[in-house]
Each structure stands twice: as structure tokens, then as C-alpha cells.
């Protein structure tokens, strides 16, 4: 089972600065099976990027995601109020499919 | 446009069998590369994915409860069903149902709103 460990756990940021959440996978991922998630308190996760680096419908283009086998990075460009919340990253390119902890980015 | 939506009991008993239902419109289970899923969550915790059942009506399982859990369709009805046995107050969590939209690809979009279940005496 591929292990996936997020950093920083929290991250104390304001509007309108850059964000960089890091996942460090166990074993090597293929660059086309890593996701990332939000998640707002009380609310199911959303997708906002899969295949390392394609965001999903709707998703604003200051989410980006780069990386590759063991490293992959969310970067918000410029946070939003509405991008403070939880972000989970996903693997799914062995099965079991697991996620990270989650990063909480947090108002400053 | 696409919803998923869980429903079960809120409160079950130690050792009681969970059983949960997913209902969805906008997509068919019987599309090629289509996959419905589960995902829980317990409270204040991570995401844990559970089971996946596709098209072909072929079911994978996450392993530390693979001998727990059941998946099965019903493309008549667009449900999808999740049985999970002997269960314990740590299985406590919000049951989410996904949909995995592309073959070979099993990332998860849309999710339906979760519905937690406590498992007390």
C-alpha cells in the first residue's frame, strides 16, 4: 500500500498570498494517477485536480498542480477567502487507492 | 448534471451488519469505464476509501476490510449498495458514495454529501 504523508499539516496564510501543499508518496506514483481534493467543514470533498496536473471542471486556474513519482505539489496562486479550507491528495495508480492526512490552510 | 446521494441508518449496533444504499442520475452504471464507489471518513480524520464495483460488474475492495464489506448494483434502479459486517464503534464515520467517471482513472467527482453513521450501543 502506497503511503502518502502531506505537509505542512497546517498552514497559516492570508488572502491573497501563494499557497504550496506538498505529498510525498512511499513508492513511486505514476504522474497520471495523483489527485487532489478540498473540503470545506460539513461538506463532502470536491475534486480539483487529477492526473497530477489537470483541473476538473469548474476548478479556477489559480490551482495548479505539478510533480512526479514521489513528490507532487498543490499550489494556490492567490488564496481566496473561499480557499481556505482542507486539501487531500489521492493516489490511484496502485491499488489500494489511498490519501493523504490533509493540509489545513488557514486564515493568518 | 450528476448527484449521488446516501442513504442508511444513522445509528447502528456493535456487531449489526451496515448496509447502505447510493442512488444517482446523471450518469449509467452501464456506461464503459464507469465506477461507483465508497469513501468514509471518521470524524476529524482522513479519507479512507473503501470499495469500488464497475460497468463490467467487476469489484475491488480496500484491504483492511475487504472480508467486512459487499458491493453490488442495481443499474435498474441506479443504486449501488454497500454492506459492511460486525461493525464497531471505530467504524463511526461519514460514508461518502463517488463516482469514478473514466476507465482507468479512479479518481473521484462528483461526491454525494456523506451520511454519517455512529455505531453505539
Known amino acids: 500500500e502506497i503511503v502518502l504523508t502531506q505537509s505542512p499539516g497546517t498552514l497559516s496564510l492570508s488572502p491573497g498570498e501563494r499557497a504550496t501543499l506538498s505529498c510525498r508518496a512511499s513508492?513511486?506514483?505514476?504522474?497520471?494517477?495523483f489527485a487532489w481534493y478540498q473540503q470545506k467543514p460539513g461538506q463532502a470533498p470536491r475534486l480539483l485536480i487529477y492526473?497530477?496536473?489537470s483541473r476538473a471542471t469548474g476548478i479556477p486556474d489559480r490551482f495548479s498542480g505539478s510533480g512526479s513519482a514521489t513528490d507532487f505539489t498543490l499550489t494556490i496562486s492567490r488564496l481566496e477567502p473561499e480557499d481556505f479550507a482542507m486539501y487531500y491528495c489521492?493516489?490511484?495508480?496502485?491499488?489500494?487507492?489511498?490519501f493523504g492526512q490533509g493540509t489545513k490552510v488557514e486564515i493568518k | 448534471q450528476i448527484t449521488l446521494k446516501e442513504s442508511g441508518p444513522t445509528l447502528v449496533k456493535p456487531t449489526q451488519t451496515l448496509t447502505l444504499t447510493c442512488t444517482f442520475s446523471g450518469f449509467s452504471l452501464t456506461t464503459t469505464g464507469v465506477g461507483v464507489g465508497w469513501i468514509r471518513q471518521p470524524p476529524g480524520k482522513a479519507l479512507e476509501w473503501l470499495a469500488v464495483i464497475y460497468w463490467d460488474d467487476d469489484k475491488r475492495y480496500g484491504p483492511s476490510l475487504k472480508s467486512r464489506l459487499t458491493i453490488t448494483k442495481d443499474t435498474s434502479k441506479n443504486q449501488v449498495v454497500l454492506t459492511m459486517t460486525n461493525m464497531d464503534p471505530v467504524d463511526t464515520a461519514t460514508y461518502y458514495c463517488?463516482?469514478?467517471?473514466?476507465?482507468?482513472?479512479?479518481?473521484?467527482?462528483?461526491w454525494g454529501p456523506g451520511t454519517l453513521v455512529t455505531v453505539s450501543s
Open positions: 463517488v463516482r469514478r467517471p473514466v476507465r482507468g482513472a479512479n479518481w473521484f467527482d462528483p
Open positions: 489521492q493516489q490511484y495508480g496502485s491499488s489500494p487507492w489511498t
Open positions: 492526473g497530477a496536473s
Open positions: 513508492q513511486s506514483v505514476s504522474s497520471t494517477y
